[in-house]
DNA sequence: GAAGTATGTCGCAAATATACGACATTGAAT
DNA sequence: ATTCAATGTCGTATATTTGCGACATACTTC
């Protein structure tokens, strides 16, 4: 993101909206919902689930490495995705304590100067 | 979103995935916070705090307000946005349902197929 | 080594997002 | 009524995303 002037906000605020952007597709939700609910880890046949062609599948699938929210090792002939956990949890309580300051704060009220 | 596949993916999926795209960008991310730090509903001085043109501003105020995830009144001359916290809360639960989801399953461990 | 399979990368076309200046609109103030 | 300030909208240029076919790579198997 050279173009964007994404260098003129706060790092906070940057690595919130990174993680927003890997999650801005249907692809990318899926696609770590799938591998949620993969008991072992599963390769590229991600696709075949998936109502795009591979090739796109697999650019989703870097995107979401480019993030480390997923990480792949390969095993032979397959390539084997899991979800970094650790790095998901840490991102969740991101968005928590970003959506607590967002709900916690004095909403409009009725005693404010205006009403919506 | 007419070339997207989104249509192809659960209600769900789409949804999770639109509200990411609201928070995708710093500036958006920003404009949620200025709005919950400030006591009083603010007008489009938010574009005095941000370093962009107050068109842009502007555009990224409409991008929220079509998610409903902010409310603007028009008071006099001025334009009164507030968040709109009880649908901030409802997507916080979507978050934390999704993260939650995604963070229980079971991670690939060292007694699976591979090691990741 | 040759053939086959699973993946990733490249290059292109179409769609979207980002950013902003110029203009229109609307209410306030003189 | 006229002027001014606060906003929104339009047009446009540039950047990025999305999607896919065609190719390259790499490992397995025979």
Redesign the pocket.
Known sequence: ??????AAFTEEQQQLSRVA?AL??P??VAIIQFLAAQKTC????I?AEL?????????????LKALDLIR?E?D??????CLNTELLQRVHQQFTAFFIEATSGAACGPDDACAC
Chains 1, 2 share one sequence.
């Open positions: 993101m050279t173009y964007a002037k994404t952007k801005a597709h692809a990318r599963i390769s590229g046949d696709a109502p795009l062609s591979r090739t796109t599948v697999s650019q989703h699938l870097q995107e792949g390969i032979g002939l397959t390539v084997c995705y």
